[in-house]
């Protein structure tokens, strides 16, 4: 299954077992997301908008926001199987367990590039969850937590520890209006802005969800450099004609 430009929300799902109300993909299945979003999908079970048993999900430039679920608001992750998020944004899902954002159990793998981990909702672990048998991969220049803590994600030297609030990165969950894609757009001000250098995590040609261009001077101080999560910040310069008397 490829999803490209796709909206999945609204959805629920009665399964306390199993899970996965906005997309459940299970037994050897291959799933790849390109520019969508999944907003408001809930339910008792795993995996507010995705559930992985067994197979193989990768995700870009997306977001997961507003998701809901036991363990994994936005993502659980379960049995061998193996996740990849990169350039994705992850932040106010829910868990009535643990693993707001991410969960992965039963030597599953998670791997996170680029990607916003953050301002996630749980009893435990309020971003990210693991047990002991199973790999979250990160130092890949991930934004992680909030208020000083990692929130349960396995932070390397590459990425960043939130020292705020989530509103302090990122505006509500808005339509944009070229895409028609919900997503949160970067404050001005942000940390993640050009926290990525030119190298292997940010190339030329890449896009970002609304299909603008990676990398640009998303802060104004010269260097190019490619923003952590779903959304490159597009500034725009006004040039205001000189009047002379």
């Given at each position: 299954?490829?999803?490209?430009?796709?909206?999945?929300?609204?959805?629920?799902?009665?399964?306390?077992?199993?899970?996965?109300?906005?997309?459940?993909?299970?037994?050897?299945?291959?799933?790849?997301?390109?520019q969508s979003a999944?907003?408001?999908?809930?339910?008792?079970?795993?995996?507010?908008?995705?559930?992985?048993?067994?197979?193989?999900?990768?995700?870009?430039?997306?977001?997961?926001?507003?998701?809901?679920?036991?363990?994994?608001?936005?993502?659980?992750?379960?049995?061998?199987?193996?996740?990849?998020?990169?350039?994705?944004?992850?932040?106010?899902?829910?868990?009535?367990?643990?693993?707001?954002?991410?969960?992965?159990?039963?030597?599953?793998?998670?791997?996170?590039?680029?990607?916003?981990?953050?301002?996630?909702?749980?009893?435990?672990?309020?971003?990210?969850?693991?047990?002991?048998?199973?790999?979250?991969?990160?130092?890949?220049?991930?934004?992680?937590?909030?208020?000083?803590?990692?929130?349960?994600?396995?932070?390397?030297?590459?990425?960043?520890?939130?020292?705020?609030?989530?509103?302090?990165?990122?505006?509500?969950?808005?339509?944009?209006?070229?895409?028609?894609?919900?997503?949160?757009?970067?404050?001005?001000?942000?940390?993640?802005?050009?926290?990525?250098?030119?190298?292997?995590?940010?190339?030329?040609?890449?896009?970002?969800?609304?299909?603008?261009?990676?990398?640009?001077?998303?802060?104004?101080?010269?260097?190019?450099?490619?923003?952590?999560?779903?959304?490159?910040?597009?500034?725009?310069?006004?040039?205001?004609?000189i009047v002379k008397?």
């Amino acid at each position: 299954l490829t999803l490209n430009f796709s909206v999945v929300k609204n959805n629920h799902s009665t399964d306390f077992s199993l899970g996965g109300s906005g997309l459940a993909v299970r037994e050897g299945a291959s799933v790849e997301i390109n520019q969508s979003a999944f907003t408001n999908n809930t339910g008792p079970g795993l995996g507010g908008a995705i559930y992985n048993n067994a197979s193989i999900v990768s995700v870009f430039n997306s977001t997961l926001s507003g998701n809901s679920g036991s363990q994994g608001g936005g993502v659980f992750s379960k049995i061998g199987s193996s996740t990849t998020l990169d350039h994705v944004t992850v932040a106010f899902n829910t868990a009535t367990n643990s693993g707001g954002g991410v969960a992965n159990t039963n030597v599953a793998t998670i791997n996170l590039i680029n990607s916003i981990i953050a301002g996630n909702t749980a009893p435990s672990n309020s971003d990210c969850f693991k047990d002991a048998g199973s790999v979250q991969y990160g130092d890949n220049h991930n934004l992680l937590g909030q208020n000083g803590g990692t929130g349960g994600c396995l932070n390397g030297i590459s990425d960043i520890t939130l020292a705020g609030s989530i509103n302090t990165v990122l505006r509500p969950l808005s339509t944009d209006p070229l895409s028609g894609l919900p997503v949160h757009l970067p404050l001005g001000t942000s940390v993640v802005l050009d926290a990525i250098p030119l190298g292997p995590d940010c190339s030329t040609p890449s896009y970002d969800a609304r299909n603008i261009a990676r990398p640009r001077d998303a802060n104004n101080t010269g260097p190019l450099g490619c923003d952590i999560g779903a959304v490159e910040l597009a500034t725009t310069a006004v040039y205001l004609p000189i009047v002379k008397r």
